[in-house]
C-alpha cells in the first residue's frame, strides 16, 4: 500500500481560524482527519461586521493552537505532513497574511512544499469532500463577499458565466439582518425569522430578472427593504419581512440559475449535467430546497457540500492544495497575499464598474 499524501490546510482570510488534515483512500476518495474551525462572531458583533484589524489580531492570538489542534486531532505526528496549503486570497489582506506567513514558515521548518491556494477555489471544491465530483459543472459561489456562476471544465480551468454586479448574496441576507434589527451575522438568523413569517406579505424588487444573462444584483433590494421597514410596528411585521425577502432571492436564484443552466449546457458536451453549490448561504435551507427542485426539474444532479462545509473552513483549502500536491504544483515563499483574485482570471471586474446590458 502506497503512502497517501497527508495535507495540512490552514484558512484565515476572513473571521475564521481554521486547520484541517485531510488524505485520501486507496480509492482516491478525500477522508478529513480533522477539521477546526473557530469563528470570531463574538469579537465582531457589537460592530455589526468584521473589522479587518481585530479579525487579524484574532488570527495571530488563535493560529497557533488551532493548527496544533487540527495535528493532535488527526491521530498524526507533524512530520507525516507532506505539504501545507494556505488561503492565500481573495479575502482581507491583514488578515490573509497571518495564516499565509504561517503556511509558509511552517512548511519551511518541515522542509516540505507549500501550496498556496485560491479561497474560492475551496469553495469550488469542497463539495468533493463528500461526494463524488465529476467534470465539467456548473457552480454557484453564494458566500458573504463572493456570488457567481462558473463553469468548472476541470481542476484549475474556470470560466466565469455570471456575477453580482453589487452586493454579494451573503452581503444581502447579513445588511438587511441589520436593518431587522438581529446580530451579526444576520443569514443565519434571516432564515430563524422567516420561518415564522409570510413570504407573500411584501413585494419586493428583482432587479435585473429579466436582463444581463445570469449576472446578478441584489442592492436595490435592500434599498427596498429599507424603506418597508421605516412602517413596521410588529415582530410579526419583522418575520414578515424576513420571510418576503428569503422568498424573493429564492425566486432570483430560480430564474438566473435556469439562466445559467442553459449557458452551460452551449458551451459543454454533458454526458451528465450537474449543479454544485457551496458557500455560507448554501445552508440556507429553503435555498437549498428550491434548487434541489429546480435541479430535478432540469434533470441536473445537485450536489451541496454538508452544511458544516458550506461556510468558510480548512478542509476545503487542503482539498485544493491535495489535488496541487498530486500535480506538483507547489508554490514559491514569495507568493503574496492577494485580497482580490479571480478563479476566471479573463474575467472582467464587474462589481461597481457601471455594466451596461
Ligand atoms: O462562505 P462564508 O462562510 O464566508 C465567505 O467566504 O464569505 O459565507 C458567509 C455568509 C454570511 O454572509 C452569512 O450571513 C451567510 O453566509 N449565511 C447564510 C446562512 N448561513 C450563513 N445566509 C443565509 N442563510 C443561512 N442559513
Ligand atoms: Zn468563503
Redesign the pocket.
Known sequence: MSKKPLILGIET??D?TAASLITENEQGRPIILSNIISSQVEVHKEFGGVVPELAARSHIEKIDWIVQKAIDESGKKIDEIDAVASTAGPGLIVCLSVGLSFGKAFATSLDKPFIAVN?LEG?ALSPKLNSNLNYPYLFLLI????SQFLNVQSFGKYKRLGTTIDD????A??KT?KLLGVEF????Q??ILAEKGDPNKYDLPKPILYKGGCNLSFAGLKTAVLKVIKNIKTDQERFDLAASFQKTIEEILYKKTKVAFMEFEKINELKEKIFVVA???A???N?RSMLINLCEENKYKSIFPSIEL???NAAMIAIVGLEKYKLNQFSNLDHPAKPRWSLDEDAIFLKGAGLKF
Open positions: 482570510s476572513c475564521e479561497h469553495h458566500s458573504g463577499g463572493h454579494a448574496l451573503g452581503e441576507f447579513d439582518a451575522p444576520g443569514g443565519p434571516i432564515e458557500g455560507g448561504v445552508a440556507n435551507k435555498i458550506c461556510g468558510d
